[in-house]
């Protein structure tokens, strides 16, 4: 269900010109313009901690960071704090 949830999301920014992985150099880890090294990380935030499980399965291989936390209000707390 999570696979297949994550998959038509995937889908959908794909065909609306959004990010995929792999898609586009934009997101790619590597040298930007200035020369500094761009990162590759990712905020999930859900409550579901299969969800969590899955977005790092399917994103850690493609070299991205995956930090996760189970809501709203903790992402702010961990951006801010």
């Known amino acids: 269900m999570h696979r297949q949830r994550v998959a ?3 889908g959908r920014r794909q065909r ?3 990010w ?5 150099s934009a ?5 930007c313009d200035t020369g ?3 990162s590759r990380r990712v905020l999930a935030v859900d409550d579901d901690p299969a969800m969590h499980r899955l977005l790092e ?6 070299g991205w960071h995956i930090d996760t936390v189970p809501d709203g209000e903790a992402a702010v707390r961990r951006e801010l704090g």
Not at 27 to 31: D, E, P, Q, S
């Open 20 to 24: 995929s992985p792999g898609a586009s």
């Open 57 to 62: 399965e399917q994103l850690r291989p493609l």
């Open 16 to 18: 609306l010109g959004g």
């Open 8 to 10: 038509r999301a995937l």
């Open 27 to 31: 997101g790619r880890a590597g040298l």
């Open 36 to 38: 500094r090294v761009e």
